[in-house]
Structure formats: structure tokens, C-alpha cells
């Protein structure tokens, strides 16, 4: 027999309605959140950062492909890799369907790591993804935004992850700009568990009746299951 509580649909209801009223208040706070975020002020990027794309080098500018706003996803895969992140890899199931819509809605959408655009490209074809991946393996583009450690921090320490000087947890990251009359412009980054809200299984997962029922990391590149 369940030890949770149970009750009668009366019962139920009423408990839903208090609920309801505290998902709304939750909502309004989010809506007062975006609203916060696209208050923070732009920092301009001049630094001339490369990537290797499938279309061949290309800047930060280049990489907005005509659109006036920009989302990188940080993708943790680096040069030694043989495989990306298993969570950056669980929050990139559902990058494709979102991207296409993204792309078409004056965003463009870019996963960008550190490995070798070969190996990306070879993980990204086994995963069955499609969005725009492009490799910084050239460029200081991952330290300037702390989302990659120098030998002198893996030697002396001193990285600085989510805005606090620790080390580097294993964890994703995205950052957002914009390009403003021919100018690109720092707007946005978030750390470890400010992308929840990115991270699509853990929004049904809080919906369903055991919630998130973690016991350390549980997630596996889909095609290991």
C-alpha cells in the first residue's frame, strides 16, 4: 500500500487550485526574470575570435548568418576527447527541433566546443543531431568566457565558473549577443543549473509523480541505453 497521501477528487482539486495560484506567481517572477535579463547591459566583443565551421573559417560576426541575435551553446567536448559530455550530450537531444525554429525567428543557434570540427561532426552524424556545430580549437574564445581551463589555472588554479573564482564544475553553458549596426555584443551567459530550463527532461521529470528521483549522474548518450 502507497505511503503517500491520498484523497478523494474533492480533495484533489482544491489542492491543485492552491497549486495553481503558486505555478502562476511562478510564472509571473519568470516572465520579470526575461525581462531582467534583457535589461543587462550589452559589453562589445572586438577581439577577432575563429571558428572552423563545415562552410569553412568564419568569425563571431560570420557566425550570426544574417540574423541580429546569436545563442552558442558551450558543448563540453574537447581536443582529447572521444565523445561529448553525456549532459551536455542529454541537453542536445533536444537542440534540432528547437534551432529550426530559432534560425526562423531572427536567432541563430550554434553548439561550439573546443575538439576538432572532424570529431565533432563524426558525434554529432552518430547522434542523429543536425544543428550548426563549430569547433574554437583556434581561438581563446572558451577561456574568455570561462567555459575552458588554461594550463596555468589546471597548474596554479585561479578559473572563475559561474561568476565565482572556483574550479570549473561539469557543467554547460550558453551565452546569447546580438549584432547592432555591425557591432557584436556580449549579452548573456548562464552556468551549470541556470540552464534548467534548457535541459528538456528535467521539465518533465519535475512533472512527473517521483519528480527528478536522482541518485548521482543517471543520464547516458542516448544510443547507450
Known sequence: MTTHVTGTRDQWLAARLKLLAAEKELTRQSDELARQRQALPWVRIDKDYRFETE???????????????????HFMFGPDFKAGCPACSAIADGFNGNATHLINHDVMFWAVSRGPLPKLLEFRKRMGWTFPWASSAE??????????????????????????????????????????????????????????????VYQWLDRAPLGRNEKGFWWRHHDKY
Open 139 to 200: 581561438s581563446d574564445f572558451n577561456f574568455d568566457f570561462n567555459v575552458g581551463l588554461t594550463s596555468k589555472q589546471q597548474r596554479e588554479g585561479g578559473a572563475v565558473y559561474n561568476y565565482q573564482p572556483t574550479a570549473p564544475d561539469p557543467n554547460p553553458e550558453q551565452s546569447g549577443g546580438v549584432l547592432d549596426d555591425g557591432a557584436v555584443y556580449h549579452t548573456y551567459s548562464a552556468y551549470a543549473r541556470g540552464l534548467d530550463g534548457l535541459w528538456g
Open 55 to 73: 562552410g569553412g573559417s568564419a568569425s563571431l560576426r560570420d557566425l550570426f548568418q544574417g540574423r541580429s541575435q546569436l545563442i552558442v551553446y
